[in-house]
């Protein structure tokens, strides 16, 4: 009987927590965390581009919005210092690495240089961007449950 309770209260927490996950605004974000949600430009810090998440979930645009990917800031390497002011990593360093998530998937990121090899079971690559380093990034991802 108590493992029934246990488990009944963790699941109750776990579904609670992952409807506030997808109610996130500016003012329930995490510190130094942002959500691609914005779907014209200008977007404006932390309200960043959908971009390439509705198609690396499968879903729709509309069904992505309804529960956006949230980022670490440390994810994308460009909002760190001191890469804020340029956009531009540092030379060999990757634009992307590390992980976003919706209320149902860990989303695993690396933008990688197009030259370099592809990280061993992840998908892509995808979104193909070039630089004021000369550099061509291209996005690989791996999606796990939370």
Not at 104 to 120: C, G, M, Q, V, Y
């Amino acid at each position: 009987m108590k493992k029934l309770i246990v488990l009944t209260l963790s699941a109750s927490a776990l579904a609670f927590a992952a409807v506030a996950a997808a109610q996130f605004t500016s003012a329930t974000l995490p510190p130094n965390h942002h959500i691609h949600d914005c779907t014209a430009a200008p977007c404006v810090y932390p309200h960043l581009a959908v971009g390439f998440f509705p198609t690396i979930l499968g879903e729709s645009r509309a069904d992505y919005l309804q529960d956006p990917a949230v980022c670490n800031d440390a994810t994308d390497k460009s909002l760190l210092p001191p890469n804020e002011a340029s956009g531009t990593p540092e030379q060999n360093q990757p634009l992307r690495a590390g992980v976003c998530s919706t209320s149902t998937t860990i989303i695993h990121l690396r933008s990688i240089d197009a030259n370099d090899p592809a990280p061993d079971g992840w998908s892509g690559p995808i979104a193909p961007v070039k630089l004021a380093n000369a550099v061509t990034y291209v996005t690989y991802w791996l999606l796990t449950l939370p």
